[in-house]
């Protein structure tokens, strides 16, 4: 069972306590899993996303392939005029497949690159 969205408590499968400690998934290669505690991700098979491509041109969505609503955006760098724009954009993926550029800033010349961490 692959998940498109932050893993809850109804989503898990195996439970060692009831609805305290579960297993959200199959297991099986290519598909997510997630240990949850009290209805929280405290482990993922799903890898970090660390990509590089240009932003937008003011506040807006910028693909991020791979994004899941609920990751983290650790950071985001500006790499062809070195400096960390991660306030420019959302803290919290809030779109699948997208990252929100929250400021009016021109980035569209910019190649960045985002670093997000899975929560699910």
């Known amino acids: 069972m692959a998940l498109s969205r932050a893993a809850k408590a109804d989503d898990v499968l195996v439970s060692i306590h009831p ?3 579960g297993i959200v998934g199959d297991g ?5 899993s997630a240990l949850l505690l009290d209805g929280k991700v405290i482990g993922t098979s799903r ?4 990509v590089c491509q240009v932003a937008s041109n003011g506040a ?3 693909t991020l392939a791979g994004a899941v609503v609920g990751d983290v955006v650790e950071s985001v760098v500006n790499l062809t005029t070195p400096g960390d724009v991660t306030s420019s954009f959302e803290s919290v993926i809030s779109v699948a497949g997208q990252i ?5 800033t021109n980035l569209s010349a910019a190649q960045c690159l985002f670093q997000v961490s899975p929560r699910s």
């Open 19 to 21: 609805r305290r400690l």
């Open 28 to 32: 099986l290669p290519g598909s997510t």
């Open 47 to 50: 890898n970090p996303i660390k």
């Open 60 to 62: 807006g969505a910028v």
């Open 100 to 104: 929100q550029q929250t400021a009016a």
